[in-house]
């Protein structure tokens, strides 16, 4: 059962998890019924569960970190879950896609292949489906040493995922920078040598890089995209007023992350007894 360890205890950890997985689905069926989603529900309902897909799936992908950063074992266990949802989210995501199409299967699968984006977006549901469908243990058992090597296609598909994110956000791409950033930061950590992985200072040093990368990220978008002078996007990542941007928010986030981790250690390491006279 989901909220099961793997040694069959029960854990709090694990359902808490396993029911904050459904919050967002059910916080916009919610709205949907009371009306709240916009003169085109579908629409607002197929780009939501766009964003969670993304937002689990960078999730999926930070547990590891979050295991040595945290020094927290127990984290592991909601690698599963979290990689499901995102799988599930994305199954949703393109339904929604189909019913706002009338369920014409034809033109979906034509529009698939005229247009790049939906291209992008097909080929990371095929593989994110086929993690899905083989996150079991029974697939484990089957596939032995490739079951990993299969399921490190999660790095090529988060990257696929997030183009398509870019793509269809077109003008707003302020979440989607901000989720190029995160990847950037967890794709770094892990290039890392294994003893830095678990240094303060070179979680503070990713977050200064994870930030500056992405404000050329958004800078490069915005000049390929739209024209935008490259000098005039630089400058407004600078600003704090009136909001914040995403490479702020990086910066920020991780800082944080880093200083949670180094008090999380301090806190545990070990006391040495006093002297005695």
């Known amino acids: 059962m989901p909220w099961k ?4 205890r029960f854990s709090w950890l694990k359902l808490l998890v396993f029911v904050g997985l459904f919050l967002p689905a059910a ?8 009306g709240d989603l916009g003169g085109r ?7 939501r569960c766009g964003d969670w897909t993304v937002r689990f799936l960078l999730l999926t992908l930070a547990v ?11 984290v592991v266990q909601l690698r599963r879950m979290l990689g499901v949802a995102s799988g599930c989210y994305a199954l949703a995501h393109v339904t929604l896609y189909v019913a706002q199409q009338n369920f014409s299967v034809a033109f979906v699968a034509s529009e698939i292949v005229k247009r790049f984006y939906l291209t992008i ?8 489906t086929a993690l899905l469908v083989t996150s079991t243990d029974g697939w484990q058992r089957r596939l032995r040493g490739r079951w990993k090597k299969l399921h490190r296609l999660v790095f090529p598909l988060a990257v696929l995922a997030l183009i398509h994110y870019f793509l269809q956000s077109k003008i707003d791409i302020t979440n989607a920078v901000f ?3 995160v990847f950037v930061w ?8 294994r003893r830095m992985q678990a240094q303060p200072l070179a979680f503070a040093a990713l977050a200064a890089a994870a930030a500056l990368a992405t404000a050329a990220i958004e800078t490069l978008w915005y000049a ?3 024209g935008v002078p490259a000098m005039r996007v630089l400058a407004a990542n600078l600003q704090v007023s009136p909001w914040p941007r995403p490479a702020l928010w990086i910066g920020a986030v991780f800082v944080a992350v880093a200083l949670f981790g180094a008090a999380r250690r301090w806190r545990r390491r070990p006391r040495r007894a006093p002297a005695l006279a």
Not at 5 to 8: E, L, P, Q, R, S
Not at 121 to 128: H, I, R, W
């Open 121 to 128: 977006g097909f080929v990371t549901l095929c593989g994110l």
């Open 5 to 8: 360890d793997a040694a069959g």
């Open 179 to 181: 989720a190029a950033g």
């Open 64 to 74: 590891t970190p979050a295991r040595a950063v945290w020094d927290w074992p127990r």
């Open 186 to 193: 967890l794709a770094c950590w892990r290039l890392l040598p």
């Open 27 to 34: 916080w916009l069926l919610l709205r949907g019924f009371a």
């Open 41 to 47: 529900p579908i629409t607002e309902l197929l780009r």
């Open 224 to 226: 390929l995209a739209t």
